[in-house]
């Protein structure tokens, strides 16, 4: 199978490919590219297409079609979260009962505005389930394992689908389950959750995943599974996911053994819940100052700390192999993450072309 953002090699023909390509988006001729990417074909959909030649280009169209899950039937349904949710199968599924091939369809949300006097002014449609396909992609762009998400339909109504972190083999359980052995923790698994998360923080969270390794098959399986979960830490203080509750990070047991999951549930970043009115108001008083006020309150104390400061504290009790997640958060370019915006913003897609500049590896947007 094909990474989704790793160029794959081309034989001549396929110069010839690109070149159309490359002519077409700039003649903005309608287009239409097969769907040759692995992922793709996996999946039924087309997220990424990628065309190479090492010595000229490299094209990468990001859409993100929704896929029509309406006819796929429903395997469970799901009892954690605040919202209804529902477990999923596809229809030529063997065993419906093997749950690693579950997916987990969460409609798009809508709040409430609220105007001057506290009088209701009619619903607006949040984006957490854009903001979770964008999270998806932009944890694989600095390799992190999270859970694979796609834009998705069912019955008309828009979403996303999450595939189970459990892999075959494996059962998931939160680390709310876990932690509620620590003297002093209070469960959150509860219809009144606490508004401090008492004894959820990085300490016990170190205890915890002591001696574990991190999740299985994936570029940081031989990692501790704390540095691990520091690398969460790092993705939620770059995106400002501010809902890293004990029941949104798990641990995974196949006959005792006991690893970390991927990250899942980033649905709460990039100010997902807020209004265009909102949204306006972050963007004339400064998106650096809103960022900086981002805050862990899904931590003990989390009022007190901001998500930067609890990756922080991450990085200070583990070995600080994170860190690497930082160095590539930096060294991306802009493109690369701009277009995951625009491709999860924009369903009907975009295509960018780069060409390799001469004197480096470097790419430039032609």
């Known amino acids: 199978m094909v990474p989704r953002h790793q160029p794959r ?8 490919q690109l070149e159309g390509i490359y002519k077409a988006t700039r003649e903005r001729r309608p287009l ?5 990417d692995g992922y793709a074909v996996d999946h039924g959909i087309l997220p990424v297409v990628s065309v190479t030649n090492s010595h000229s280009y490299w094209v990468v169209m990001n859409k993100y079609e929704p896929c029509d899950i309406t006819d796929w039937p429903i395997t469970a349904p799901e009892y954690g979260g605040d919202d209804g949710k529902t477990w999923v199968g596809r229809p030529e599924l063997a065993d419906p009962s093997e749950k690693s091939q579950w997916w987990l369809f969460k409609p798009a949300k809508y709040g409430v ?28 762009l600095i ?16 979403g996303i689908i999450s595939r189970n972190v459990a892999p075959k ?18 469960n959150c698994d509860v219809t009144e959750r606490p508004r401090n998360r008492v004894g959820h923080n990085v300490a016990n969270i170190s205890k915890l995943l002591q001696g574990k390794p991190g999740p299985p098959d994936t570029a940081v399986a031989e990692w501790e599974a704390l540095d691990a979960f520091v690398g969460y830490l790092i993705l939620d203080a770059w995106v400002a996911n501010t809902d890293r509750h004990a029941l949104n990070w798990g641990i995974l047991d196949s006959k005792g053994v006991a690893r970390l999951a991927k990250s899942y549930d980033h649905g709460s970043s990039l100010a997902s819940g807020a209004s265009e009115t909102r949204l306006r108001q972050i963007l004339e008083s400064g998106v650096e100052d809103w960022s900086g006020k981002a805050q862990a309150h899904r931590f003990e104390d989390g009022k007190k700390k901001t998500l930067l400061d609890v990756a922080l504290e991450g990085l200070q009790v583990s070995s600080g192999r994170a860190r690497e997640f930082l160095d590539r958060i930096g060294s991306l370019d802009r493109a690369s993450w701009l277009g995951v915006l625009e491709g999860t913003l924009n369903v009907r897609g975009r295509l960018y072309v780069y060409r390799r500049t001469s004197s480096s590896k470097q790419k430039e947007v032609v």
Do not use: M
């Open 169 to 186: 083999g494996w059962d998931l359980q939160p680390g709310n389950t876990y932690l509620s052995e620590f003297d002093g923790y209070l």
């Open 9 to 16: 090699s081309t034989a001549e023909s396929d110069v010839t």
């Open 32 to 36: 239409h590219v097969p769907q040759a």
């Open 113 to 140: 505005l609220t105007l001057p006097g506290n009088v209701p002014g009619g619903r607006y449609r949040r984006r957490d389930d854009h903001v979770e396909k964008i999270v998806s992609e932009l944890a694989d």
């Open 143 to 158: 390799g992190l394992p999270a859970a694979d998400v796609v834009v998705a339909v069912r019955n008309d109504e828009e």
